[in-house]
Protein backbone atom coordinates (compact mmCIF):
# COMPACT_ATOMS: atom_id res chain seq x y z
CA UNK A 1 0.00 0.00 0.00
CA UNK A 2 1.56 3.49 -1.02
CA UNK A 3 1.04 6.41 0.62
CA UNK A 4 -1.89 8.97 -0.61
CA UNK A 5 -0.50 11.80 -2.97
CA UNK A 6 -0.23 15.51 -1.47
CA UNK A 7 1.94 18.35 -2.64
CA UNK A 8 4.69 18.72 -0.45
CA UNK A 9 4.09 22.31 -0.15
CA UNK A 10 1.61 25.13 -0.87
CA UNK A 11 1.25 29.10 0.21
CA UNK A 12 -0.94 31.67 -0.39
CA UNK A 13 -1.38 35.72 1.39
CA UNK A 14 -3.84 36.33 4.09
CA UNK A 15 -7.38 36.31 3.51
CA UNK A 16 -6.70 34.24 0.16
CA UNK A 17 -8.38 30.32 -0.61
CA UNK A 18 -5.82 27.38 -1.23
CA UNK A 19 -6.59 24.33 -2.12
CA UNK A 20 -4.68 20.85 -1.25
CA UNK A 21 -5.26 17.33 -3.26
CA UNK A 22 -5.11 14.08 -1.58
CA UNK A 23 -5.06 11.17 -4.73
CA UNK A 24 -5.18 7.96 -3.56
CA UNK A 25 -6.67 4.89 -6.43
CA UNK A 26 -9.92 2.98 -6.35
CA UNK A 27 -9.29 1.27 -3.53
CA UNK A 28 -8.83 3.94 -0.73
CA UNK A 29 -9.85 7.38 -1.74
CA UNK A 30 -11.97 6.46 -5.11
CA UNK A 31 -13.67 3.50 -3.24
CA UNK A 32 -15.11 5.03 -0.13
CA UNK A 33 -16.33 8.21 1.24
CA UNK A 34 -13.44 7.86 3.79
CA UNK A 35 -11.64 10.31 4.16
CA UNK A 36 -9.81 12.57 6.83
CA UNK A 37 -7.93 15.60 7.14
CA UNK A 38 -5.29 16.67 9.61
CA UNK A 39 -3.34 19.62 10.75
CA UNK A 40 -0.26 18.95 12.88
CA UNK A 41 1.26 22.00 14.22
CA UNK A 42 5.44 21.06 14.57
CA UNK A 43 5.46 19.01 18.08
CA UNK A 44 2.49 18.61 18.39
CA UNK A 45 0.00 15.80 17.71
CA UNK A 46 -2.14 16.01 14.58
CA UNK A 47 -5.73 17.61 15.32
CA UNK A 48 -8.84 16.11 13.18
CA UNK A 49 -10.44 18.83 11.03
CA UNK A 50 -12.43 17.21 8.35
CA UNK A 51 -13.89 13.49 8.66
CA UNK A 52 -16.62 11.84 6.22
CA UNK A 53 -14.58 13.87 3.64
CA UNK A 54 -16.94 16.82 4.39
CA UNK A 55 -17.60 17.06 7.83
CA UNK A 56 -16.32 19.12 10.54
CA UNK A 57 -15.90 17.94 14.11
CA UNK A 58 -17.33 20.51 16.87
CA UNK A 59 -14.88 23.19 17.24
CA UNK A 60 -13.19 23.60 14.04
CA UNK A 61 -13.79 26.92 11.85
CA UNK A 62 -15.96 26.74 8.64
CA UNK A 63 -13.16 28.52 6.63
CA UNK A 64 -12.06 24.59 5.86
CA UNK A 65 -14.26 22.77 3.81
CA UNK A 66 -13.61 19.17 1.70
CA UNK A 67 -14.28 17.49 -1.28
CA UNK A 68 -13.83 14.23 -3.66
CA UNK A 69 -13.78 13.55 -7.07
CA UNK A 70 -13.13 9.96 -8.00
CA UNK A 71 -9.76 9.18 -7.28
CA UNK A 72 -8.66 12.51 -5.58
CA UNK A 73 -9.87 14.11 -2.24
CA UNK A 74 -9.30 18.28 -1.45
CA UNK A 75 -8.80 20.35 1.44
CA UNK A 76 -9.58 23.90 1.32
CA UNK A 77 -8.81 26.62 3.28
CA UNK A 78 -10.70 29.87 2.52
CA UNK A 79 -9.53 33.27 4.24
CA UNK A 80 -6.23 32.31 4.97
CA UNK A 81 -4.45 33.41 8.54
CA UNK A 82 -1.26 33.29 9.98
CA UNK A 83 -2.20 30.46 12.11
CA UNK A 84 -3.14 28.03 9.37
CA UNK A 85 0.38 27.72 8.93
CA UNK A 86 0.63 23.94 9.67
CA UNK A 87 1.13 20.60 7.91
CA UNK A 88 -1.55 19.06 6.31
CA UNK A 89 -2.46 15.33 6.21
CA UNK A 90 -5.34 13.38 4.17
CA UNK A 91 -6.39 10.01 5.57
CA UNK A 92 -8.36 7.45 3.97
CA UNK A 93 -9.90 4.35 4.93
CA UNK A 94 -8.63 1.23 2.79
CA UNK A 95 -10.49 -1.69 3.75
CA UNK A 96 -9.60 -2.48 7.17
CA UNK A 97 -6.35 -0.40 7.12
CA UNK A 98 -5.84 3.43 6.77
CA UNK A 99 -3.94 5.48 4.56
CA UNK A 100 -2.12 8.15 5.18
CA UNK A 101 -1.12 10.84 2.72
CA UNK A 102 2.42 12.37 2.38
CA UNK A 103 1.70 15.72 3.85
CA UNK A 104 1.64 19.34 2.55
CA UNK A 105 3.18 22.39 4.57
CA UNK A 106 1.60 25.00 4.08
CA UNK A 107 2.91 28.64 4.55
CA UNK A 108 1.19 31.69 5.31
CA UNK A 109 2.74 34.54 3.09
CA UNK B 1 -11.64 15.19 30.07
CA UNK B 2 -10.32 12.60 27.19
CA UNK B 3 -6.74 11.54 27.70
CA UNK B 4 -4.28 9.47 26.05
CA UNK B 5 -0.81 8.84 27.75
CA UNK B 6 1.84 6.71 25.55
CA UNK B 7 5.01 5.36 27.40
CA UNK B 8 7.69 2.48 26.96
CA UNK B 9 9.24 4.16 23.93
CA UNK B 10 13.43 3.98 24.44
CA UNK B 11 16.41 3.32 22.12
CA UNK B 12 16.57 -0.45 21.24
CA UNK B 13 19.31 -2.17 19.06
CA UNK B 14 17.76 -3.95 16.12
CA UNK B 15 16.17 -6.87 16.42
CA UNK B 16 14.97 -6.17 19.66
CA UNK B 17 11.57 -5.69 21.04
CA UNK B 18 9.36 -2.72 22.80
CA UNK B 19 6.15 -2.74 24.42
CA UNK B 20 4.45 0.46 24.09
CA UNK B 21 1.33 1.43 26.39
CA UNK B 22 -1.39 4.18 26.25
CA UNK B 23 -3.20 4.90 28.96
CA UNK B 24 -6.52 6.13 28.61
CA UNK B 25 -9.15 8.21 30.66
CA UNK B 26 -12.37 9.80 30.30
CA UNK B 27 -13.95 7.71 28.38
CA UNK B 28 -15.67 4.39 28.18
CA UNK B 29 -12.37 2.32 26.66
CA UNK B 30 -13.80 -0.23 25.22
CA UNK B 31 -16.33 1.58 23.52
CA UNK B 32 -13.99 3.13 20.93
CA UNK B 33 -11.65 1.75 18.45
CA UNK B 34 -8.14 2.53 18.87
CA UNK B 35 -4.86 2.96 16.48
CA UNK B 36 -1.32 3.34 16.30
CA UNK B 37 -0.11 5.90 14.10
CA UNK B 38 3.73 6.44 13.82
CA UNK B 39 5.71 9.49 12.61
CA UNK B 40 9.37 9.40 11.68
CA UNK B 41 11.89 12.57 12.31
CA UNK B 42 11.02 14.85 9.57
CA UNK B 43 8.59 12.61 8.08
CA UNK B 44 4.92 12.16 7.55
CA UNK B 45 2.10 10.06 9.06
CA UNK B 46 2.16 6.53 8.90
CA UNK B 47 -0.69 4.21 10.42
CA UNK B 48 0.24 1.29 12.27
CA UNK B 49 -2.67 -0.67 13.83
CA UNK B 50 -6.00 -1.36 14.66
CA UNK B 51 -7.63 -2.93 17.38
CA UNK B 52 -11.73 -2.41 17.30
CA UNK B 53 -13.88 -1.80 20.10
CA UNK B 54 -14.90 -5.12 20.46
CA UNK B 55 -12.02 -6.98 19.68
CA UNK B 56 -12.77 -8.91 16.70
CA UNK B 57 -10.93 -6.69 14.50
CA UNK B 58 -7.35 -6.26 14.29
CA UNK B 59 -4.79 -5.27 11.64
CA UNK B 60 -1.81 -3.92 11.06
CA UNK B 61 0.21 -2.11 7.94
CA UNK B 62 1.90 -4.69 5.82
CA UNK B 63 5.16 -2.62 6.62
CA UNK B 64 4.56 -4.22 10.34
CA UNK B 65 2.55 -7.15 9.73
CA UNK B 66 4.01 -10.64 11.30
CA UNK B 67 6.51 -8.07 13.88
CA UNK B 68 3.78 -5.94 15.90
CA UNK B 69 1.77 -7.17 17.45
CA UNK B 70 -1.79 -4.79 19.41
CA UNK B 71 -3.89 -5.86 22.68
CA UNK B 72 -5.87 -4.19 25.52
CA UNK B 73 -6.40 -4.36 29.05
CA UNK B 74 -9.90 -3.19 29.57
CA UNK B 75 -9.20 -3.61 33.09
CA UNK B 76 -6.54 -1.44 33.05
CA UNK B 77 -7.96 0.89 30.22
CA UNK B 78 -4.39 0.64 28.81
CA UNK B 79 -3.47 -0.15 24.51
CA UNK B 80 -0.71 -2.13 23.77
CA UNK B 81 1.51 -2.29 20.63
CA UNK B 82 4.25 -5.13 20.96
CA UNK B 83 7.23 -4.59 18.88
CA UNK B 84 9.29 -7.40 17.53
CA UNK B 85 12.17 -7.52 15.44
CA UNK B 86 12.95 -3.82 15.53
CA UNK B 87 14.68 -2.28 12.36
CA UNK B 88 16.22 1.52 12.07
CA UNK B 89 13.17 2.42 10.17
CA UNK B 90 10.72 1.56 12.90
CA UNK B 91 12.23 4.72 14.33
CA UNK B 92 9.67 7.15 15.48
CA UNK B 93 7.36 8.43 17.53
CA UNK B 94 4.35 6.86 18.23
CA UNK B 95 0.99 7.94 18.60
CA UNK B 96 -2.04 6.03 19.97
CA UNK B 97 -5.16 7.51 18.74
CA UNK B 98 -8.83 7.65 19.48
CA UNK B 99 -11.43 6.69 16.79
CA UNK B 100 -14.77 7.20 16.64
CA UNK B 101 -16.40 5.32 13.56
CA UNK B 102 -15.90 1.68 13.22
CA UNK B 103 -12.87 0.86 11.14
CA UNK B 104 -12.76 4.38 9.67
CA UNK B 105 -9.28 6.58 9.59
CA UNK B 106 -11.59 9.69 11.71
CA UNK B 107 -8.96 9.95 14.69
CA UNK B 108 -10.61 12.79 17.01
CA UNK B 109 -8.20 11.77 20.13
CA UNK B 110 -4.03 11.72 20.20
CA UNK B 111 -1.54 11.17 22.44
CA UNK B 112 1.71 12.99 23.00
CA UNK B 113 3.46 10.45 21.49
CA UNK B 114 6.22 8.34 22.25
CA UNK B 115 9.65 8.19 20.77
CA UNK B 116 11.25 5.10 19.54
CA UNK B 117 15.02 4.89 18.43
CA UNK B 118 16.17 1.66 17.15
CA UNK B 119 19.72 2.01 16.56
CA UNK B 120 23.05 0.03 17.20
Known amino acids: QSALTQPASVSGSPGQSITISCTGTSSDVGGYDYVSWYQQYPGKAPKLILYAVTKRPSGVSIRFSGSKSGNTASLTISGLQAEDEADYYC?????????FGGGTKLTVL | QVQLVESGGGVVQPGGSLRLSCAASGFTFSAYPMHWVRQAPGKGLEWVAL????????DCADSVRGRFTISRDTAKNTFYLQMNSLRADDTAIYYC?????????????WGQGTLVTVSS
Open chain 2, 97 to 109: ARAFDWLLPYFDY
Open chain 1, 91 to 99: CSYAGSSSL
Open chain 2, 51 to 58: FSYDGTVQ
